[in-house]
């Protein structure tokens, strides 16, 4: 698998690939979290959490969950906003996404974020609620069907 960093952080998923091997999760920083959380904190985060985006993800999905993209931490560096990055490689795995048929999936917690990815063909097909102490967060979970494209 090929990871790509040029002012945005960005994990693509290619079908059948595990978000949580060991490249992604050094260049993620997750390998960190098993030292920096209490342990109610690493239950919740490696018993509750990933599981949960797991079995989302996959009842989003059904059939198509290993047919299918997953763009996993996805984020950029103030200094490299604006640049252009996150479009270049949106559109690479879009593109990749499109000419194999296959859809493309992500979670957003940020609600500043799913204006950004419909411009990418990203819809938003359900809300899933994470407590948080006393806080609820709401994580948009996003999927762009594969386009057809045009054969010149």
Known sequence: MKHF????????????????????RLRSGMWRLPWRLSSEGNHRFFKEFLPLLH????????????SSWYLVYIGTSEKG???GNCTKLMNHVT??????GQPVYLESSNEKNPPIYRRYGFETVRTIHL????????????????????KV
Request: glycine share 6%; charged share 40%.
């Open 5 to 24: 960093f040029l002012g945005t952080d960005l994990d693509r998923m290619p079908p059948g690939s595990d978000m949580d091997d060991w490249m992604t």
């Open 55 to 66: 079995d989302t993800k996959h009842s989003t999905l059904g059939v198509r969950d290993d």
């Open 81 to 83: 906003r604006g640049k």
């Open 95 to 100: 593109r990749m996404a499109d000419e194999q």
């Open 131 to 150: 407590q948080r102490a006393e806080k609820n967060v709401m994580m948009d979970i996003m999927v762009r069907e594969p386009r057809k494209i045009a």
